[in-house]
């Protein structure tokens, strides 16, 4: 098993420029979720999806799209980034009712935005 | 408003002696407890959890105490190791469901000296 996997590790974006953070995981996990990690704020919930064609917004969704049209992958969206967004993503799935050791994080995209 | 604290960003101990790592939180309905563990360029991974009817949960080296009425958990390395040589999260939940999200704390960067 691959895990969580992402992609890209690291990219850098100009201002109003649109890009696809990529999770996938080969677990046949159905809860997967986007959390973004910034100094001095700790790990943030973006957005998280309980299945495929189901999503729902969490602490910090502005500015990000999600959607789950498969079990596996859970792409993350910026329509028009901007500095603020500038931050590590970490991707993560988890079986539904499982305890918190069921729980698999990716290893992490960094992304600037200038 | 940070639900969850971690209020010493870092901490350096010499290695065979006890770590301990804190952190505090302000909402009542919080009932579930964990740890994360993060290594550079890896995502967090679980490291041990306490459910508020406890206030004592070890598994090997790692021991997590619960204060319920101080609203403060912390975890204890023992004895410390090189190799755990990270930042820790901790994280709060209510009841586990379904659904159930994260709140974490902003990490402390633990540095165990040979």
């Known amino acids: 098993n691959a895990g969580v996997t992402q992609t890209p590790k690291f990219q850098v974006l100009k201002t109003g420029q649109s890009m696809t953070l990529q999770c996938a995981q080969d677990m046949n996990h159905e809860y997967m979720s986007w959390y973004r990690q910034d100094p001095g704020m700790g790990l943030r919930l973006i957005h998280y999806?309980?299945?495929?064609?189901?999503?729902d917004q969490g602490e910090v969704p502005n500015g990000y799209n999600v959607s789950r049209s498969t079990t596996e992958d859970f792409p993350l969206r910026l329509l028009s980034a901007a500095p603020s967004q500038t931050s590590v993503y970490f991707c993560?799935?988890?079986?539904?009712?499982?305890?918190?050791?069921?729980?698999?994080f990716g290893p992490g995209t960094r992304l600037t935005v200038l | 408003d940070q639900q969850v604290k971690q209020n010493s960003p870092s901490l350096s101990v010499q290695e065979g002696r006890i770590s301990i790592l804190n952190c505090d939180y302000t909402?009542?309905?919080?009932?579930?407890f964990l740890w994360y563990k993060k290594y550079p360029a890896e995502g967090p991974t679980f490291l041990i959890s306490i459910s508020s009817i406890k206030d004592k949960n070890e598994d090997g080296r790692f021991t997590v105490f619960l204060n319920k009425s101080a609203k403060h958990l912390s975890l204890h390395i023992v004895p410390s190791q090189p190799g755990d040589s990270a930042v820790y999260f901790c994280?709060?939940?209510?009841?586990?469901?379904?659904?159930?999200?994260?709140?974490f704390g902003t990490g402390t960067r633990l540095k165990v000296l040979a």
């Open positions: 993560a799935s988890r079986e539904p009712y499982g305890g918190p050791d069921t729980q698999y």
């Open positions: 994280a709060a939940s209510r009841s586990p469901s379904g659904t159930y999200k994260y709140i």
């Open positions: 909402n009542s309905m919080f009932d579930y």
């Open positions: 999806s309980v299945g495929a064609g189901i999503t």
